[in-house]
């Protein structure tokens, strides 16, 4: 596959920017900056200081807003015109950076983010997933724990629950791939857990800033599988998402940049 005129996935400056990135309160200000990383050619972007509720920006908590005036082609979920939100999950979730220490869960919750896991489809249904799970307190929790690197143990060890996510990579003593899907069914896997958390009121922050090695090693995980991210539920603090913190944001590509070909 070639990309018809350069990148493809060049930043675009089309959809304006919301008044939490806005420089200075100056209205309309315009400015110079760079894309944050995905090309080098600096762009002149268009600040709006003062966002309508649904105004057009990248910030997903801003798309579900009430009494939001229609939106324009980078929105959200725009249908024939007629403007629809997607499912409440996907404008509610977010992964938390500070998770209530004193939330517990008891072991029927888990055993239902565990079913939803295994419900999830995967190639051929493979199934290449399994998890090793700590509560908080508990002597698997406390082995998690001791892996985890220095920006995750600031906030994953006050979740109530750590998942870690391992993959089936590898037919038993061989090189052959079990499946060459494996780490997308896991990811889905984990996504079908963090839908059956969020139903519950609870929330998941995936990641993968812990030693991954010496995980394998703590539980002795035989090569073949591999250990891919960890999954830290709970309660958030704070009641929403706040300050993204560091390490996660609400930021996403604008509809038009993910949508590869599509005929209107
Ligand atoms: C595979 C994977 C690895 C991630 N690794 C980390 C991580 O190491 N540290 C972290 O703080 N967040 C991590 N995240 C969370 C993302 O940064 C976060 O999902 C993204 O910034 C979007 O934020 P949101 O989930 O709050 O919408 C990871 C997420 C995924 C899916």
């Known amino acids: ?3 018809p005129s350069g990148d493809r996935r060049r930043f675009k400056s089309r959809y304006r920017f919301c008044a939490e990135d806005a420089p200075s309160s100056r209205e309309n200000r315009t400015s110079r900056r760079t894309c944050g990383g995905r090309c080098s050619a600096m ?10 509720p649904g105004h057009r920006c990248r910030h997903r908590r801003h798309a579900g807003e009430r009494n939001a005036p229609p939106l324009g082609p980078v929105a959200v979920g ?6 629809v939100l997607p499912h409440s999950f996907t404008l509610d979730r977010f992964s938390p950076v500070r998770f209530d220490a004193g939330h517990t869960v008891s072991n029927g919750v888990v055993d239902l983010l565990l079913e939803a896991a295994r419900s999830a489809p995967s190639a051929g249904n493979s199934q290449p997933w399994a998890f090793i799970v700590g509560l908080r307190g508990d002597e698997v929790h406390e082995r998690l724990v001791r892996h985890l690197a220095r920006s995750s143990a600031m906030w994953a060890p006050g979740a109530s629950l750590l998942v870690a996510n391992l993959a089936h990579r590898f037919v038993e003593d061989s090189d052959i791939e079990y ?27 995936q990641f993968r800033a812990f030693d991954r090695e010496a995980v394998a ?3 002795r995980i035989p090569e073949h599988w591999e ?22 944001s609400d930021e996403r590509y604008p509809l038009e940049e993910i949508t590869w070909e599509r005929a209107r």
């Open 179 to 205: 499946s060459e899907f494996a780490h997308y069914d896991v990811g889905q896997a984990v996504a079908h857990m963090t839908f059956q958390a969020h139903s519950m009121g609870l929330f998941v922050h």
């Open 43 to 52: 762009q002149t972007l268009r600040w709006r200081v003062r966002p309508s």
């Open 1 to 3: 596959m070639s990309f």
């Open 227 to 248: 250990v891919t991210t960890m999954a830290a539920i709970g309660m958030p603090l704070g009641g929403g998402r706040g300050d993204p913190g560091p390490g996660t």
């Open 78 to 83: 725009v249908t024939d015109g007629a403007r």
């Open 217 to 219: 090693l703590e539980f």
